[in-house]
């Protein structure tokens, strides 16, 4: 099982910057493929971004796609999200979660941390 706990969240204007980060712990953790969604009330969550903890292999979508960056640290147990050149349509709750391959569907991942709210202003 793995646990996940997400903080970084905050309130940024137009054109600024975040950085989030996604707490791992649990047995075998590190087999595990991490994504990142985010969701904005009475919407679907939508994958933002993912890694293979073990070989790094990322896979992003297309709307963050060069203004966002995956990434982890094996010393720190921690995934991270740089997010860069930030727009208020990035507004939302975003949330870590893990599964033993890689995918970029909400419904793939059965293990989810609590959400850290970001809120971009114009």
């Known amino acids: 099982q793995v646990q996940l706990v997400e903080s970084g969240g905050g309130l940024v204007q137009a054109g600024g910057s975040l950085r989030l980060s996604c707490a791992a712990s649990?047995?075998?953790?590190?087999?595990?493929?991490y994504a990142w969604f985010r969701q904005t009330p009475g919407t679907e969550r939508d994958f933002v971004a993912s890694?293979?903890?073990?070989?790094?292999?990322?896979g992003y979508a297309d709307s963050i796609k060069g203004r966002f960056t995956i990434s982890r640290d094996n010393a720190k147990n921690t995934l991270y999200l740089q997010m860069n050149n930030l727009k208020p349509e990035d507004t939302a709750v975003y949330y870590c979660?893990?599964?033993?391959?890689?995918?970029?569907?909400?419904?793939?991942?059965?293990?989810w941390g609590q959400g850290t709210q970001v809120t971009v202003s114009s």
């Open positions: 979660a893990a599964r033993l391959q890689f995918c970029q569907s909400v419904s793939c991942y059965n293990y």
């Open positions: 649990g047995r075998a953790f590190s087999s595990y493929t």
């Open positions: 890694i293979t903890w073990r070989g790094g292999s990322t």
